[in-house]
Every structure is written in structure tokens, then in C-alpha cells.
């Protein structure tokens, strides 16, 4: 078997069967679903009897070793169910797994919409992730929102992967919640804690430094409100995980 797909998904069934219908051509379509309560599972079973349901965490990052673990492949290729792999990129993909004169990874270049819209600046694009891995090359960390470390001699394909992040502001501050809050939490577990010497840095100096980065080095300014939206949320982002943060350290003393 040359390739496994393979995703972590809960409560896609608006999302996963155009998903799935975009990497119908790999040889295995892996799927942890993390307890869904809609027809995710039902509707991934039409593609796949790969489907491993386990309990939600509230963020994918745990389970991905588990989908790579579940996996036959000699290679995986991961993607999330608000992604699309166009013709293109499954072509050179598939040439890629078929070729003699491999790298042992691949980062993919991912199209970021954001409302509907492609966002080329904030630093959103290129924004080159690794997806396309033979198995074993690979582990993920379990932290939200990292990725592996950059090692020497890995490739880039050259066509992007299409990624439909979000498609409301409902949808956006549904996930920035549970995202400040794993953020937070991932803090307090390893002892990081706000004090008077840090509270200036925490809650204003890195905050405005990200929302800078993002709407003037990253030209965010150029995709209007979107871009203005992405960089101050992303700044917000930062100040109320901090926030979260120091309300785990005041429960802490009651």
C-alpha cells in the first residue's frame, strides 16, 4: 500500500464529505473521530471503514500519532476536513510516492480563505506545512498548534492545499475559546505563571507586537477588515490566553 490519509475530525458533516471526496484516490482514508454528535461518523463510514472513534479533547493535536499509527501506508499525507486537495496537488503527490528520487517529507504551501476570501498577507502565505511523510518520519507533539521540528533534507510540493478556515465569525470565536483556553491550560501545566515583572510584557508589549507583525510587516492592511480582523485577533489571542492564564492562578489559591 503506497499512501494513507489520514484525519482527526469532530462534528464535520458540513466539512468531511467534500473533504474525503477530494483524496478518494489514496489507497487508505484513516479517520479518528473524537466522539462527534452530528453525522461526521456516518458520513466518513461511506468512504472509509477506517473509522476510530475516541474521546474529544477539544483540539486534534493528540490524536494524530494515533491516525498515523492506525495507518497501512508506506506514506501519509494528513489533512483536516476544511481542506481540499485539488487535482494538481493529487497528481503530484501521487508522482511524488511513485518516484525513485524521494525526500522523506514534504511541506505543502496552503491557500487560506478566511470568510470566503483568499488571504495573502498576515502572514497566512505561503504558509508551508508538513503534510506529505513516510511513516515513521514523523511525530507530532501533542501541544496545541505546533508542529515538528524542521529537519535537513526535507521537500516542498509545489501546489498548494486549499484551506477553508473559517466561514463565520461564529464559527471563529466558537474555536478561539476552546484555543485560548487549551493555550492557557498548556501553560499552567508547565509551571509558566503571570507576575508583576511579566504582566506589562504578557498583556500589552506581545500583544501589540503580534498585531504589528501580522498588519504591517505581514501587510495585512491589504486584505481590508479581513486582514485587520485576523491581526488584531491573533493579537487577542495572545492577551486572553494570558487572561485564562491568570485566572487558573487565582483558582489555584481559593
Known amino acids: 500500500m503506497d499512501i494513507s490519509v489520514i484525519l482527526v475530525v469532530r462534528n464535520e458533516e458540513a466539512q468531511i464529505g467534500e ?16 466522539s462527534s454528535i452530528d453525522s461526521t461518523v456516518n458520513i466518513s463510514k461511506k468512504f472509509t471503514d477506517k473509522v476510530f472513534v475516541t474521546e474529544p479533547k477539544g483540539y486534534c493535536e493528540p490524536d494524530r500519532n494515533l491516525a498515523i499509527k492506525k495507518a497501512s501506508g508506506k506514506w501519509i499525507f494528513y489533512i483536516d476536513a476544511d ?22 517529507a514534504y511541506y505543502v504551501k496552503r491557500r487560506n480563505y478566511f470568510l470566503g476570501k483568499w488571504i495573502k498577507t498576515c502572514g ?16 507530532f507533539p501533542n501541544e496545541i498548534h505546533q508542529v515538528p521540528p524542521h529537519r535537513k533534507g526535507y521537500g516542498y510540493l509545489k501546489n498548494d492545499l486549499v484551506h477553508y478556515s473559517y466561514s463565520s465569525f461564529e464559527e471563529y470565536f466558537e474555536k478561539f475559546n476552546r484555543y485560548t483556553t487549551q493555550l492557557a491550560k498548556e501553560e499552567f501545566e508547565a509551571g ?36 485587520f480582523f485576523i491581526s488584531f485577533s491573533s493579537a487577542l489571542t495572545t492577551f486572553v490566553s494570558k487572561a485564562k492564564l491568570l485566572e487558573m492562578q487565582w483558582s489555584e489559591k481559593l
Do not use: H, M
Open 192 to 227: 509558566k505563571r503571570i507576575t508583576a515583572f511579566n504582566f506589562i510584557p504578557n498583556f500589552l508589549v506581545r500583544p501589540s507586537y503580534v498585531f504589528l507583525l501580522r498588519y504591517l510587516y505581514y501587510k495585512g492592511y491589504k486584505d481590508g477588515f479581513r486582514g
Open 83 to 104: 481542506e481540499r486537495v485539488s487535482p494538481e496537488l493529487r497528481d503530484e503527490i501521487l508522482s511524488v510516492v511513485r518516484s525513485l528520487n524521494i525526500k522523506p
Open 124 to 139: 497566512w502565505y505561503p504558509s508551508p506545512v508538513l503534510r506529505l511523510f513516510k511513516k515513521g518520519e514523523v511525530i
Open 19 to 34: 473533504c474525503l471526496n477530494t483524496v478518494s484516490w489514496a489507497d487508505e482514508i484513516v479517520i479518528i473521530d473524537q
